[in-house]
Nanobody, 115 residues
Framework: QVQLVESGGGLVQPGGSLRLSCAASRSIFSINAMGWHRQAPGKQRELVATIASGGTTTYADAVKGRFTISRDNAENTVYLQMNSLKPEDTALYYC?????????WGQGTQVTVSS
């Protein structure tokens, strides 16, 4: 089991940047699959980015080149650096971890991109 707590969301203007953090309640060293998802109002939750224990990353096409996922095993934290933000990036962002086939979710952090 693991508890995940996201932080770092907020209101930002188009073109701006934010860094989201996902703090885990236990060591993430052995957790192979961690990632970020988002859900906009009236839309389904979608995968944004994933990172494996070895550092391999994947990104949704909509965020490639703008977002960067990283993990700090010593701090038990996963990050999502978001640059060149667009209004369509507005959503509730969730951190997730897959352990023994079960998905654990954080409570989410709101990102709003608006002028």
């Amino acid at each position: 089991q693991v508890q995940l707590v996201e932080s770092g969301g907020g209101l930002v203007q188009p073109g701006g940047s934010l860094r989201l953090s996902c703090a885990a309640s236990r060591s993430i060293f052995s957790i192979n699959a961690m990632g970020w998802h988002r859900q906009a109002p009236g839309k389904q939750r979608e995968l944004v980015a994933t990172i494996a224990s070895g550092g391999t990353t994947t990104y949704a096409d909509a965020v490639k080149g703008r977002f960067t996922i990283s993990r700090d095993n010593a701090e038990n934290t996963v990050y999502l650096q978001m640059n060149s933000l667009k209004p369509e990036d507005t959503a509730l962002y969730y951190c997730a971890a897959i352990i023994r086939g079960l998905v654990y979710w954080g409570q989410g952090t709101q990102v709003t991109v608006s002028s």
